[in-house]
């Protein structure tokens, strides 16, 4: 069961299906007569608010921001060469959905690399794009808030790390 100290207002957290949000509190309700404490995150870009039960947040897989060391690595992940698969798209796309979904800034960021296109390769097809953009916004804004910096230095800095690669 999780304390409900663990999150604490202006927190920035990850919730894996919504990326990064920041607690704006903790309110107890009463739902059909159960009494419920919920953390409530705001997810600023999506203008949406989410509620979780503080003894769900460990297993929805709410979790704090990554730590630097945890970031370096998902960064470091992007230089490495893409282990895009000859599979067919269908199946890639669900893999990489599930990346994108877990939260984990190492498994972002290896959709990312995969996805990525340089100008000498061929186009993408359009879901390609959008999930590589996808992956590049929920990389970007955790990267953002780790390094306290804006969301398109960020991504810059994203994009300036794959050409380099």
Same mark, same amino acid.
């Given at each position: 069961m999780a304390k409900s100290s663990e999150f604490g207002t202006g927190d920035y957290v990850v919730y894996p299906t919504h990326g990064v949000?920041? %607690?704006v509190g903790v309110e107890t309700q009463e739902i059909s007569d159960v009494t419920l404490e919920l953390i409530i995150i705001?997810? =600023?870009k999506d203008r949406m608010t989410l509620r979780v039960p503080v003894n769900k947040a460990h297993e929805s897989g709410l &979790? *704090?921001?990554s730590s630097r060391k945890m970031m370096d690595s998902a960064l470091t992940t992007l230089k490495g &060469?893409?282990?895009a698969k000859r599979t067919m798209w269908s199946r890639r796309a669900q893999e990489y959905e599930a990346k994108i979904n877990s939260g984990d800034p190492v498994s972002i960021a290896e959709v990312v690399r995969d996805l990525h296109r340089s100008a000498d390769q061929p186009d993408q097809s359009y879901s390609e794009r959008q999930m590589y953009q996808a992956a590049l916004d929920?990389?970007?804004r955790e990267l953002a808030a %780790? =390094? *306290?910096i804006d969301e398109e230095a960020a991504t810059q800095k994203l994009e300036e790390l794959l050409t380099a690669a």
């Open positions: 949000g920041r %607690v705001k997810f =600023e &979790r *704090k921001l &060469r893409s282990r929920r990389l970007a %780790v =390094e *306290k």
